[in-house]
């Protein structure tokens, strides 16, 4: 009976440290996200999608990596409509083995206007890493 307490708690052990990186490693993909928005570059952030993300918002809701392009592209013509990005991670809760949600608050300081709000995020653990597969910003 001691050896399978052992075996239990060398499980749970794997399974924080395993949480922990992939905390990490999600972190780490918004703040790429954050630097590439901040330089301008909207490819680079959609780098952080899934492919089959769909981007819900009070506009409506846009699926696909493409459409969601599209539509930042559109709305943020520029380096002075995109401003300075910030993320404020509240929370990072695994959802099974390879999803988590994420929420926080975000703010963009431009320098005509300070907007902001908040996100839920549904994130995936791909081939090529953790991506956001369903974004509700509001």
């Known amino acids: 009976?001691?050896?399978?307490?052992?075996?239990?708690?060398?499980?749970?052990l794997v399974s924080c440290a395993q949480s922990a990186s992939d905390e990490q490693l999600?972190?780490?993909?918004?703040?790429e996200q954050e630097a590439a928005?901040?330089?301008?570059?909207?490819p680079g952030f959609m780098e952080g999608y899934a492919d089959p993300v769909c981007f819900i918002s009070k506009k409506g809701m846009t699926c696909g990596k493409?459409?969601?392009t599209a539509n930042y592209l559109r709305s943020y013509p520029d380096e002075q409509t995109m401003g300075d990005?910030?993320?404020?991670?509240?929370?990072?809760?695994?959802?099974g083995?390879?999803?988590?949600w994420v929420t926080g608050t975000w703010q963009l300081d431009r320098t005509v206007d300070t907007v902001g709000g908040g996100f839920s995020l549904l994130w995936v653990k791909e081939?090529?890493?953790?991506?956001?597969?369903?974004?509700?910003?509001?």
């Open 1 to 12: 009976m001691a050896d399978l307490r052992w075996i239990m708690l060398a499980c749970f």
């Open 26 to 31: 999600i972190r780490a993909v918004l703040a």
């Open 37 to 42: 928005w901040d330089r301008g570059d909207i």
């Open 66 to 68: 493409t459409e969601v």
């Open 85 to 95: 990005l910030t993320f404020d991670i509240h929370e990072v809760l695994p959802a």
């Open 97 to 100: 083995k390879d999803h988590a």
């Open 127 to 138: 081939t090529a890493g953790w991506r956001i597969l369903r974004d509700h910003t509001y």
